[in-house]
């Protein structure tokens, strides 16, 4: 270590042209990084989404899910496997191990679907989802027109916007809502077939046989070889109608004669509606994983803007959700804080070491050490957000230690009278080399404790870990920037002469060394009256609530709306635009709602037509009638409350995707109901549903109506079909035509491909009495009523089945206000074991956000006793003594007890976060106490007797350990009043450094000097 300062001092030249080079990566590393929100806090996973029309959720799970299920089971690395069976659709979830490669897991998962496709029902469609994360949803907007309709909207969505977005590097999918499909649709007239002896094979027959064009080849003639190839695709309505079908007598019946021939829509399972005007059009940009997504906004929003001026007139793209907005907030909290703790570092620097000359030479380890950073940061693949830029607001305030350590002890050298004939750079070498070990001792002291937080798991290890390792880096960085450009910065800005104490620390001395005194000659009674202060900290600790992690205010609402199970397209859009309306009309707050119900084409979010999504966008906040959101969402509750036969949770855009793709569910706290049969399920959520209600703190219980959809079964007459030689698959091939309608070909529009669809006129969709009176046409022409072959039975079943691991489950879950989750959750237990026998082979799961809070708790609870043993370690290690190692020790209780008055004063509960700042604390309360004992024992081994070093050591060593520990904390002071998105976070660890250090400085300096004076007197006697 000698070797590296005497080589920084002897070629300072070539090292403050080193620095400038490292200054200039540093500011490109910067500008470079990815910038988001968020860690990218999603597992490895992969969806299975397949789509089959027709089939009830019991159905699905038994002919698909629960084959699919026996397949993926064993797949190396899986760590869950959920699936949701829905009418018509399923969804699988696998989870992987962190660390598992997307790409392989994908593979894996294709081929074992691949190997079980033919075992599966044959109209299945579908496969893997995009790959995407929580955090895909990265903008929404709508198009907004006063003359187009909704199927011409839809169609610019599709065949122009759509195309241009998804090209964009970093776009993984254009998911299209709302609006309807533009089909080419060929309705049969049942009457007529019947009249000219028509089926309906013929019709299907004539349709995909005639509507292709191809090439027979070349023919020569002459010097020239031309091309021959057959023109029969089908071009637009005219050749649909005209297109042959059959032949009575001498007249060809054509499809026109049989069939009405128009533009139709696909048959739709959910739509947009808007500010309860009507439906609208929506378009979701999800954004690739790993993909800079501050770049891919900046990319979009440019195509959108190009694409604004090629739309028809009077026509533009609505953005009501933009990424980069919450990202800017979230980023710009942590920078402001970044800007404002560097100022009051330097007015501290000033205040403490006296001079400008010095407070320079400390004040420039902060943007090298900051710069170092982000070349780490990006090195190692971090981006640019609220968790690893919060790490370095949290660091800000510890980089300057060393630097601190160095510039005073260089400074008091130089005013040393001693050394006035020595060399200049020769004094600031011993005085580097002097103070060297300790720095080492002390950085590396605060990485270690920082180190458990790579070990967390889950959610709370990827929102953590970015901080972990951007402290890691700054404070490397500040520690060879100590020992190196430090001491060469210091040659050219310090000068020999006498050291003087500022005004501040020589007051501030003035008024310690009584106060020292009189503990050192009351020895008992000081100890007592700390020890009575940490028995009162612990008894508000076991007050103090525990919770997950602070929820961020992200700047929107959703509200997710639940209405009843057998509720139809339109009475949901008529409740929706109600409903909207409302809202508007009594919540001033509210500029615009979006809402979305039902599921996509895709049907990327399983959602039913009884299930919305509603996205509010808020004024500003200087226009609310109070600056509160929870003031907002108690105006929304009044208002939906007045809606019956509706349930409502509230939630925001990434909370509720973080939520859904980490548990499967929205809510602080999800009881998941495992058992075998569906309707006795079903009993035990209701009941726990009202246990949760009446609980205190609990908000928005929900639990999904999963009974009262209405199913109108076929009971087939097999003795009548067989007489006229029909099977069951041509009697649901016939309804679904009728009914949904059927895929025959496509018609090419320039670039465009329309679907071609056979289906049943409109009106059956909306009469099961019509339904019944079909007449079901036969392949002689002839047609039979449809009631001859089957009976039509009325059927209520589940909406949904829901599997986690095999076994079936249902959810009741809640938000939890007014009270912490952990308290909120154990009263929950008590009263659900008391009140509800579960039957054998029942068992429930406490998840939601209170699963990430155990498994955080339990593993703090293992690794912040590990970091304490190995800071042990290095204490016994640089002071060779046990004795001395316990000592410094003390300083850990002693940092608990503000820690702790300041979390119950302000009434945050002990989350993550506030550990984070516990561990943070621990780290710079080691560092004072390493500070004091190494200069007690210096003043030792020069001769001092035991009491006259510790009172001369404390008084000497006041200025490094006052300026550590108020750097520190006015680091943190920022942190502590700022009010952007993620400032909820940021807040408790705070809160819990600051106090901290203000009881760990204020006690280290009379408990640490007594006990050194006690225990080293004890080994003097013996």
Request: aromatic share 8%; glycine share 8%; hydrophobic share 45%.
């Amino acid at each position: 270590m000698n070797k590296l300062i005497s080589f920084a001092l002897a070629q300072r030249l070539f090292l403050s042209l080193l620095a400038l080079v490292v200054l200039g990566f540093g500011i490109k590393a910067y500008k470079e990084l990815p910038i988001d929100a968020f860690p990218d806090i999603s597992p490895t996973q992969v969806k299975i989404i397949l789509k089959s029309s027709g089939m009830t959720p019991s159905e699905i799970e038994s002919r698909i899910i629960v084959p699919l299920e026996m397949q993926m089971v064993g797949i190396p690395h899986e760590t869950m496997l959920r699936s949701i069976s829905k009418y018509g659709l399923c969804d699988i979830t696998i989870d992987f191990e962190d660390g598992t490669d997307i790409y392989w897991a994908r593979q894996q998962v294709n081929e074992r679907l691949s190997d079980i496709r033919d075992d599966l029902p044959a109209n299945l469609e579908g496969g893997l989802a995009p790959i995407s994360t929580p955090l895909s949803e990265i903008l929404m907007f709508t198009i907004e027109s006063n003359t187009l309709s909704l199927e011409e909207k839809r169609t610019i969505l599709d065949w122009v916007i759509t195309p241009k977005i998804r090209a964009i590097s970093g776009v993984a999918e254009v998911s299209p809502l709302g609006g309807k499909v533009k089909t080419y649709e060929v309705v049969p007239d049942m009457n007529k077939m019947r009249s000219m002896k028509v089926t309906l094979s013929q019709i299907f027959k004539a349709l995909e046989k005639n509507n292709q064009n191809d090439g027979a080849g070349r023919v020569s003639q002459g010097v020239e070889s031309i091309l021959v190839r057959s023109v029969g695709r089908l071009k637009n309505l005219h050749d649909i109608r005209t297109l042959p079908v059959g032949k009575r007598g001498e007249k060809i019946i054509t499809i026109g004669d049989v069939a009405g021939v128009r533009y139709g829509y696909i048959t739709r399972s959910g739509f947009v509606s808007k500010n309860g005007e009507g439906e609208a059009v929506q378009g979701l940009v999800l954004g690739l994983k790993g993909a800079n997504t501050a770049l891919v906004l900046d990319k979009v929003k440019t195509e959108l803007n190009k694409l604004d001026l090629m739309l028809p007139e009077d026509t533009k793209i609505d953005i009501f959700y933009d990424r980069s907005d919450l990202v800017n907030l979230a980023t710009d909290t942590v920078k402001n804080a970044l800007y404002e703790a560097v100022i009051l570092i330097m007015v501290i620097l000033l205040l403490m070491l006296g001079n400008l000359a010095s407070a320079l030479s400390v004040a420039l380890i902060l943007p090298f050490a900051l710069l170092m950073s982000f070349i780490a940061m990006q090195y190692f693949g971090l981006t640019a957000n609220l968790m690893s830029l919060g790490g370095l607001a949290i660091a800000i305030g510890i980089l300057v230690d060393s630097a601190v350590v160095v510039v005073e002890h260089i400074t008091a050298e130089l005013g040393n009278p001693k050394h006035t004939k020595q060399n200049k750079l020769h004094i600031i070498y011993a005085a580097t080399t002097e103070m060297a070990p300790s720095i080492i001792t002390g950085v590396l002291i605060i990485i270690i404790v920082f180190m458990p937080l790579l070990t967390l798991e889950g959610l709370e290890g990827k929102l953590f870990r970015p901080v972990a390792l951007s402290i890691i880096f700054a404070l490397f960085s500040s520690l060879v920037l100590a020992l190196t450009l430090i001491p060469v910065l210091s040659s050219f800005i310090l000068s020999k002469r006498p050291d003087r104490e500022s005004a501040l620390i020589q007051y501030v001395t003035k008024k310690y060394r009584p106060v020292l005194l009189l503990a050192l000659n009351h020895i008992k009674g000081t100890v007592m009256a700390v020890l009575v202060l940490f028995a009162g900290s612990l008894f508000l600790a076991s007050k103090t609530g525990k919770t997950f992690m602070p929820t961020m205010d992200e700047g929107s609402i959703i509200i997710g709306i639940e209405m009843l199970p057998s509720i139809s397209l339109k009475e949901s859009l008529a409740l929706n635009l109600k409903l909207q309306k409302k809202l508007l009309e009594k919540v001033p707050e509210i500029k615009e709602i979006i809402a979305r119900t039902g599921s996509d084409e895709l049907g990327l979010d399983p959602m039913s037509l009884n299930d919305t999504d509603t996205f509010l966008v808020l004024k500003d906040k200087e226009t609310w009638r109070e600056p509160s959101k929870e003031f907002v969402m108690n105006e929304i509750r009044n208002v939906l409350d007045a809606f019956v036969g509706i349930e409502y949770s509230f939630t925001q855009p990434i909370e509720m995707r973080v939520s859904e793709m980490l548990t499967g569910v929205r809510g602080d706290l999800a009881i998941d109901i495992f058992g075998t049969d569906n309707n006795t399920l079903e009993e035990i959520a209701v009941k726990i549903k009202e246990i949760l209600e009446v609980i205190e703190g609990s908000r928005d219980v929900y639990k999904k109506a999963n009974e009262g959809v209405e199913y109108f079964e076929l009971k087939f007459n097999q003795k009548a079909m067989a007489y006229h030689g029909i099977s069951q698959l041509e009697i649901n091939h016939f309804l679904k035509v009728m009914v949904t309608g059927m895929q025959v070909g496509i018609i090419q529009e320039d670039m465009r491909r329309i679907d071609l669809i056979v289906k049943g006129d409109e009106s059956l969709q909306n009469s099961l009495d019509k339904i019944e009176k079909l007449y079901y046409p036969l392949e002689n022409g002839n047609a039979v009523p449809l009631s001859n072959f089957v009976k039509f039975v009325s059927n209520e079943g589940p909406v949904q089945i829901e599997h986690e691991h095999g076994y079936r489950k249902t959810i009741v879950q809640t938000n939890v206000e007014g009270r912490d989750l952990v308290s909120f959750v154990e009263e929950a237990k008590k009263r659900i074991e008391k009140e509800v026998k579960l039957p054998a082979g029942y068992y429930l799961a406490f998840g939601g956000e209170f699963e990430n809070q155990q498994r955080a708790a339990d593993r703090l609870a293992i690794i912040i006793p590990l970091a304490l043993f190995l800071v042990f370690i290095l204490l016994f290690v640089s002071f060779g003594s046990l004795r001395q190692a316990a000592m410094v020790l003390i300083n850990v209780p002693l940092a608990l007890i503000g820690g702790f008055i300041g979390l119950y004063v302000s009434g945050e509960y002990m989350s993550v976060p506030a550990s984070v700042g516990f561990i943070a604390l621990l780290g710079i309360a080691v560092l004072n106490g390493v500070v004091l004992v190494n200069y007690f024992n210096y003043l030792m081994l020069n001769g001092r007797t035991l009491k006259d070093a510790v009172v001369e050591g404390s008084i000497k060593r006041l200025r490094p350990v006052l300026m550590t520990a108020t750097i520190a904390a006015f680091g943190l002071l920022p942190l502590l009043f700022a009010t952007g998105p993620g400032s909820e976070i940021q807040r408790p660890l705070a809160i819990v450094v600051i106090n901290g250090l203000i009881s760990s400085t204020l006690l280290t300096l009379i408990i640490l000097p007594i006990l050194y004076l006690k225990f080293s007197k004890k080994s003097d006697e013996k």
